[in-house]
């Protein structure tokens, strides 16, 4: 079974803190996508990732692609409340087109 | 706005009693695909559709059925709804596949089957 695994499950910090979130795989991943999930809301995609050790920035947001194409990396400064969402990380594994999704990480920012 | 439509957002029913969830995307996109959200199951695919007319199972699609008919439109059909089909259900769309371009998703039905 392909899985993506992330850690922490769950994450609950004080605003302005920072936090990494990490998404696992035994497969290599031609891209990766991340997404985050309000209460009650779909997924909304936040970025891609596509090429070995591929750093890109959304504001506070950086997202890192593992060298071996295998992880993938979020780190948020400064976290805000309206951080708070379960993120999660998704991709096909190389030579297939079974689109997975992660485990997710729930965080919770408090004011 | 580019979106996804999908209708209703909550919904109760009664077992057995047939229902459709619609999902309808402004976006020209030939690719979508149900999902249905689970505490402890995470996202687990449904159907999906490649383009008009051509449909294929996901991981659960027992209970279910959609069609394609224009590329807009990708209703989920529940012929007979039991207990277990109680869940958060998402309606996704992307340009060719989610592989490359991730997905637009709608803000879910949360459908209660009593």
């Known amino acids: 079974t392909q899985l993506l695994e992330q850690s922490p499950q769950f994450l609950s910090i004080q605003e302005g803190e920072n936090l990494t979130v990490y998404c696992n795989s035994s497969s290599v991943f031609s891209s990766l996508q991340w997404y985050r999930q309000e209460p009650g809301e779909g997924p909304v995609l936040l970025v891609t990732?596509?090429?070995?050790?591929e750093v890109k920035k959304l504001k506070r947001l950086t997202f890192q692609f593992g060298d071996a194409r295998k992880d993938s990396s979020l780190h948020i400064t400064a976290a805000q409340t309206g951080d708070t969402g379960l993120y999660l990380c998704?991709?096909?594994?190389?030579?297939?087109?079974?689109?997975?999704f992660g485990t997710g990480t729930r965080l919770k920012v408090l004011a | 706005e580019a979106q996804v439509t999908q209708n209703p957002r909550y919904l109760i029913t009664v077992t057995g009693k047939k229902l459709t969830v619609t999902c309808s995307q402004n976006m020209n996109h030939e690719y979508m695909s149900w999902y249905r959200q689970d505490p402890g199951l995470g996202l687990r695919q449904i159907y999906y559709?490649?383009?008009?007319?051509?449909?294929d199972k996901g991981d659960v699609p027992e209970g279910y059925k959609v069609s394609r008919k224009e590329k807009r439109n990708f209703p989920l059909i529940l012929e007979s709804p039991s207990p277990n089909q109680t869940s958060l259900y998402f309606c996704?769309?992307?340009?060719?596949?989610?592989?490359?371009?991730?997905?637009?998703f709608g803000s879910g039905t949360r459908l209660t089957v009593v």
């Open positions: 998704a991709g096909a594994p190389s030579g297939t087109y079974k689109y997975i």
């Open positions: 990732v596509v090429t070995g050790g």
């Open positions: 996704a769309s992307s340009l060719r596949g989610p592989y490359n371009y991730g997905y637009t």
């Open positions: 559709s490649m383009n008009v007319e051509v449909t």
